[in-house]
């Protein structure tokens, strides 16, 4: 043991090539399982290992995968046994997909000591992204070896847990935790529990569900690999794939970590918007399947088996994992032609007898704050087009006057998909999200879909055009660019000579008059800082993140003083 130890310290330390990596750790693993558990040797290796920077990391495979099988490199593929998704085009939903709100860090408003993040550290995230990702683990557990020190590292969607590094050498007998992570059931090692995959591959995976109020079995099979496979390692982890029923119908199936913190549930929203609202229904998602699991009585994750860490509850938000079926519908890229697009918008925002976004927000009292193209879809009904609004994961419910109502302990915040921002969202982080904020989100759809979208084929520019790429920047960048997009005439009128001949008409009559109203009450807000910061000291103003404090001069906030408004905006759509 001693002897086989020191090889891989050398090997570690530069003193041994690394070419002989593969069977230094299938000799000591043989000697792990004799030494120790008495069995014969053990001729697999399940266990996959990569060395980086004088560290070696090892990452648990798929059960049953050999050394022989996969080689030993950590990609997505011989991880879990399962080819990564393809990364989202950044234009989609640019850096971190979606605007997090400080809820998202359970630590924002604690004193902490400085955390020092090494490359080590950054590698092994990477890994264990890599593999919660591509096989859609619940958690995944990792070991890493520099020198002659051995860690545990842990990950799941609500953080990190490592142990104490320990020395392998004097305390040979803590190998065994390879053994452990080499004899593992699949759920163990963090597989999804609902999906049992025989063939590898996404494609005719099947995933089964128990139906709470019948007992009954639901089993759903993969068509294809996933619609959207969200990139991160910690948070909600969106996972969405096109599946079929026992009917053979096509549905969509998502995954998704929601934080418990007391807020509803999307499902539980539009449960309720439809019992307030009921005749908007068909503007809505058709659910077919959803259930929230605990991810401590239902999953059980092994962070809840660490008692000594119970005191440390408290330090991070608990999520659960949501899982919904639902119809499939169609984006907006693949109407037959403008006025199609046209019917379908205004049936989102407003529409002709049902309201959908406007009556979900004044009759449901929820409002949305995540419009963006990928969430406008809609549906055939007797070959008539049928305006959708999809994902209600980031909404929040609201009180008679519009306000979000707050919840205990929690700090609201801008959210939603970057690209589609407010410009007040992206300036301040802590800016209150308004009604206005989500029509001036649809006005960026419009744009956006102006510029990326061809009716006529029924398709859309994966990249962002030049003239739009500084929306998917920075903050600053984007906040200027839209800032100067709104209310400089040249500006203007560089983004309106790429837009697609489909939109020719849309750009005359909403387009151009939309921007003209975001321009003007963006305008004002700016003429009322100037005229009342210039009053005499006894009315003076207090200007503090961008809120003004006067008790003679207040400014409509809400509605940009009147200016932005749904009776405006739905003026000019039907104008």
């Known amino acids: 043991m001693q002897r086989k130890l020191q090889s891989l310290i050398n090997i570690l330390s530069g003193r041994q090539e690394p070419d002989g990596l593969q069977?230094?750790?299938?000799?000591?693993?043989?000697?792990?399982?004799?030494?120790f558990c008495q069995e014969d040797i053990?001729?697999?290796?399940?266990?996959?290992?990569?060395?980086?920077?004088?560290?070696?990391f090892l990452v648990p495979a798929v059960p049953g995968t050999s050394a022989s099988d996969s080689p030993l490199k950590a990609n997505a593929t011989n991880i879990?046994?399962?080819?990564?998704?393809?990364?989202?085009?950044?234009?989609?939903?640019p850096k971190s997909l979606k605007r997090k709100a400080p809820e998202d860090d359970p630590l924002h408003d604690r004193p902490l000591k400085r955390i020092c993040i090494s490359y080590d550290d950054i590698r092994l995230g990477t890994s264990a992204q890599q593999c919660t990702s591509a096989a859609y683990r619940m958690h995944v557990c990792l070991?890493?070896?520099?020198?002659?020190?051995?860690?545990?590292?842990?990950?799941?969607?609500?953080?990190?847990?490592?142990?104490?590094?320990?020395?392998?050498?004097?305390?040979?007998?803590?190998?065994?935790?390879?053994?452990?992570?080499?004899?593992?059931?699949?759920?163990?090692?963090?597989?999804?529990?609902?999906?049992?995959?025989?063939?590898?591959e996404w494609k005719e995976s099947q995933f089964t569900f128990e139906d709470l109020d019948t007992k009954e079995e639901r089993v759903f099979t993969a068509i294809d690999g996933p619609l959207f496979s969200s990139e991160e390692l910690l948070g909600r982890r969106t996972l969405i794939l096109l599946v079929t029923d026992v009917f053979e119908r096509i549905l969509v199936?998502?995954?998704?970590?929601?934080?418990?913190?007391?807020?509803?549930?999307?499902?539980?929203?539009?449960?309720?918007?439809?019992?307030?609202?009921?005749?908007?229904?068909?503007?809505?998602?058709?659910?077919?399947?959803?259930?929230?699991?605990?991810?401590?009585?239902?999953?059980?994750?092994?962070r809840f088996s660490l008692s000594h860490l119970e005191d440390e509850q408290e330090y991070f938000w608990r999520r659960d994992l949501l899982t919904t079926v639902t119809t499939r519908y169609y984006h907006l890229w693949k109407v037959r032609n403008l006025q199609e697009f046209k019917k379908i918008f205004i049936e989102i925002v407003e529409c002709e007898y049902p309201l959908c976004h406007h009556i979900a927000h004044k009759k449901g009292r929820v409002l949305h704050r995540d419009i963006s193209w990928t969430n406008l879809m809609f549906d055939r009904v007797d070959d008539i087009p049928i305006g959708m609004l999809n994902d209600w994961d980031n909404s929040a419910r609201v009180d008679e006057n519009g306000n979000i109502i707050a919840i205990p302990g929690m700090h609201e915040s801008a959210r939603g998909t970057f690209v589609f921002m407010a410009v007040d969202l992206l300036r301040n982080e802590n800016q209150k999200h308004f009604y206005r904020h989500d029509l001036e989100s649809f006005f960026y759809v419009l744009v956006w879909a102006a510029v990326h979208f061809n009716l006529k084929e029924g398709t859309r520019s994966q990249l962002a055009h030049p003239v739009l790429s500084e929306w998917v920047a920075g903050d600053e960048e984007a906040w200027k660019t839209k800032m100067t997009f709104l209310k400089d005439f040249e500006a203007g009128e560089t983004v309106f000579n790429v837009m697609g001949e489909d939109f020719d008409e849309l750009n005359v009559t909403w387009i151009l008059d939309l921007r003209e109203m975001f321009a003007d009450g963006y305008s004002a807000r700016e003429e009322h800082l100037r005229a009342t910061g210039r009053c005499a000291l006894g009315k003076s103003l207090c200007v503090r993140n961008s809120r003004i404090k006067r008790l003679d001069t207040v400014f409509d906030e809400k509605t940009l003083?009147?200016?932005?408004?749904?009776?405006?905006?739905?003026?000019i759509l039907k104008g």
């Not at 003083?561 to 003026?571: D, L, P, R, W």
Request: net charge neutral; hydrophobic share 40%.
């Open 23 to 35: 069977q230094t750790f299938q000799d000591l693993w043989n000697t792990v399982v004799q030494e």
């Open 42 to 56: 053990c001729s697999r290796f399940p266990v996959l290992a990569e060395q980086f920077k004088g560290a070696i």
């Open 80 to 93: 879990c046994n399962r080819p990564q998704a393809a990364s989202i085009p950044s234009w989609v939903k």
């Open 143 to 200: 070991i890493s070896i520099e020198d002659a020190n051995m860690t545990l590292h842990y990950y799941d969607s609500m953080g990190s847990i490592r142990s104490v590094p320990f020395n392998i050498v004097r305390q040979s007998e803590d190998l065994l935790v390879m053994w452990a992570m080499c004899n593992q059931l699949r759920t163990q090692a963090g597989f999804n529990p609902f999906e049992s995959n025989t063939a590898g």
């Open 253 to 302: 199936l998502k995954f998704a970590w929601v934080l418990r913190d007391g807020s509803v549930a999307e499902t539980e929203l539009i449960k309720k918007i439809l019992r307030l609202a009921p005749e908007i229904r068909k503007h809505l998602s058709d659910l077919h399947f959803s259930r929230l699991y605990g991810s401590d009585m239902d999953l059980r994750l092994p």
């Open 561 to 571: 003083g009147g200016h932005v408004t749904f009776e405006k905006f739905m003026a």
